[in-house]
């Protein structure tokens, strides 16, 4: 299983961005799917999760800010960004659980790569 994430790059304070995650390879369902991120000099934070039917959660940090969704007929996730701060400076990575095989007794936690966001002025 692979996933792709892009949708990074520069903005300004104020700015929006939405990054994509694209799930591929032997995939029969997906359950949670999350983004995380890390800035420089600082740990891996959870930022946001979605599960299968479309229930959210998001750090204290983002809410009211940024969006996850999800096509599952299109085994993505989204992170739509707005009001974007200096503080949200970070490589943004993407992870989900995958059930690889129907017969599969439990899901794999696959990440992505990760794509930089940039706020500065």
């Known amino acids: 299983v692979q996933l792709q994430a892009s949708g990074g790059g520069l903005v300004q304070p104020g700015g929006s961005l939405r990054l994509s995650c694209a799930a591929s390879?032997?995939?029969?369902?997906?359950?949670?799917m999350r983004w995380y991120r890390q800035a420089p000099g600082k740990e891996r934070e959870l930022v946001a999760t979605?599960?299968?039917?479309?229930?959210?959660n998001y750090a204290d940090s983002v809410k009211g800010r940024f969006i996850i969704s999800r096509d599952n007929t299109k085994n993505t996730v989204y992170l739509r960004m707005d009001s974007l701060k200096p503080e949200d400076t970070a490589v943004y990575s993407c992870?989900?659980?995958?059930?690889?095989?129907?017969?599969?007794?439990?899901?794999?936690?696959?990440w992505g790569q990760g794509t930089l966001v940039t706020v500065s002025s």
């Open positions: 992870n989900a659980d995958v059930l690889q095989q129907p017969w599969f007794d439990r899901h794999l936690a696959f």
């Open positions: 979605i599960t299968s039917g479309g229930n959210t």
């Open positions: 390879g032997s995939i029969f369902q997906i359950d949670r």
